[in-house]
């Protein structure tokens, strides 16, 4: 528990729109050098808080104070200016623009008039070095930027604002781990700088990891607060009313496991070496390991994108070395992508044309794809169904939709060409937790339907709770194999190849 004086505190929030009331009498407060993690499912009203803190939304009633003064935001620039500094999920940075133009936007440093690109690249090297990012050069294009550096610049361009809060919204959503533990490390310097930071997130061991309070939101109202960091089954249990074990499907039985429908031998490429094992039907196998151990690129091999260079790989016992993708569908395996935005989903289009974009590529010219049963729109209609996909019409814009039901659109898209392997990559990514529940019980039934599902993830937890094996890789090899009951440090030991959990941590 905090001893430090709020920086920043929201006394009895409400904000109502047409039809929906948002938020219900919400007070939150962070301290200078605290980590209050902010939890709740979607629809919680978490964002709207935060939009009310950002001057984005006015409040209907209640009361915003900075530093014991109570405050009054029209506009974002107001709050900017005040000292609250807002990290969404989708970066606001501008891609064609130097690192330090981006951080120095509307208040360049000028001299005689002009603006003045030496200082303004000096200050900000120092900035990024104060924060262990002295490896971005201030002269380099965002574009040119992977995705944790730009999150470094987004944090980089708060501190030069001397931000007073810095609210962080779903910050790991498309890092790795060892970019999530880069960011980890900014945080532990901001708070030992006296930034009060709010973080958002559905990642459980994120909250245990960082925060020193936690306030669970529900259908616009404070559930529940914490005052220390409880365990994560107490958190889940205050956000949705059920334990963190229910989530997981009961594994599968040796009866409904069936024949091996996957088959790899030796298969190797530039990222993989001598890879053996096999998929059956009814399993649902997990692959763990460290950044960079393979699973990706064992992914991309099997899906024609990378592919095997040497070794054989048999679909129920046919040759299954595809040379690209389209012979990969062809061929009966799906893959949902790690990045659904990005590589999965055309979000300016309608929900359901994007559960038809698969379909539709594979149909005869101006017909449709009956070899494989799809055949109207109706079909897809019924697919969303199967998956249990909500959504206010089929005709409204896919980005519009929650991660979890967006992640439903993508399986129900693969469902409608019937594949026999169906390969799933970090399958719950910013989704919340009772979201991801469902996306578990999707994953069994098609199993329990009698598809083979490769499920690579980097949530230990989640791999322990979903899969009936474990494969796990290091260095581009599969090093070991696990069945149910495994624990965390047995797949980290392997995964690393340390001999103690000490040197695994580090």
């Not at 404070?222 to 994560?232: H, K, M, Q, S, V």
């Not at 409204?396 to 929650?402: A, N, P, T």
Request: aromatic share 6%; with cysteine; net charge neutral.
């Amino acid at each position: 528990m905090t001893t430090n004086p709020p920086v920043m505190e929201m006394r009895g929030i409400s904000k109502s729109f047409p039809g929906v009331r948002a938020l219900k009498d919400v007070s939150f407060a962070c301290a200078a050098g605290e980590v209050h993690a902010l939890v709740g499912e979607n629809g919680a009203g978490k964002s709207t808080l935060i939009k009310i803190l950002s001057g984005v939304y006015r409040p209907d009633s209640g009361a915003i104070a900075l530093n014991g003064q109570e405050v009054h935001f029209r506009h974002p620039v107001e709050a900017l200016r005040a000292g609250i500094s807002v990290i969404y999920q989708e970066f606001s940075l501008l891609p064609e623009r130097t690192v330090a133009q981006n951080i120095f936007l509307g208040r360049e440093p000028t001299r005689n008039g002009i603006i003045d690109y030496g200082a303004m690249e000096a200050e900000t090297r120092r900035v990024l070095t104060l924060f262990g990012s002295s490896r971005i050069e201030p002269e380099t294009l965002v574009a040119d930027l992977d995705v944790a550096s730009q999150q470094m610049v987004e944090i980089a361009k708060a501190i030069s604002l001397d931000a007073k809060v810095v609210v962080m919204d779903e910050p790991t959503a498309a890092l790795n781990e060892a970019e999530c533990e880069m960011l980890f490390a900014t945080i532990d310097r901001l708070r030992e700088r006296g930034t009060a930071i709010i973080y958002i997130t559905h990642r459980m061991r994120e909250v245990t990891r960082l925060a020193d309070r936690v306030t669970v939101l529900k259908d616009g109202e404070i559930t529940a607060r914490f005052e220390t960091t409880p365990a994560p089954e107490t958190i889940v249990r205050a956000m949705v009313g059920r334990d963190i074990a229910d989530f997981y499907a009961p594994p599968a039985t040796s009866e409904e496991i069936g024949p091996v429908v996957l088959s790899v031998r030796n298969g190797s490429n530039v990222f993989l070496r001598d890879i053996s094992f096999d998929l059956k039907a009814g399993e649902i196998v997990g692959f763990s390991g460290i950044q960079g151990a393979g699973r990706s690129a064992l992914a991309m091999a099997l899906f024609g994108s990378v592919p095997f260079t040497s070794g054989a790989v048999t679909l129920n016992g046919q040759n299954a070395a595809f040379r690209t993708p389209r012979d990969a569908i062809r061929g009966g395996l799906g893959l949902l992508p790690g990045d659904r935005k990005a590589e999965g989903l055309v979000l300016m289009q309608t929900v359901r044309d994007n559960g038809m974009l698969t379909s539709r590529a594979f149909a005869p010219l101006g017909g449709s794809n009956r070899r494989n049963g799809f055949a109207s729109v109706d079909s897809i209609d019924a697919l969303f169904a199967k998956v249990d996909m909500r959504a206010a019409s089929y005709d409204q814009e896919i980005r519009s939709l929650s991660g979890g039901n967006q992640q439903k659109a993508i399986v129900a898209r693969w469902l409608a060409l019937a594949p026999k392997v169906l390969i799933f990559i970090e399958p719950t990514r910013g989704i919340d937790v009772n979201a991801k529940a469902g996306i578990y019980q999707l994953m069994r039934e098609l199993a329990r339907n009698g598809a083979a599902i490769m499920m690579i993830s980097s949530d230990l937890p989640e791999i322990l709770g979903a899969a009936d094996r474990i494969l796990v890789m290091r260095a581009g090899s599969i090093v070991g194999e696990f069945g149910r009951g495994v624990t965390e440090a047995e797949i980290m030991l392997s995964a690393t190849g340390e001999t103690t959990m000490a040197g695994a941590a580090a």
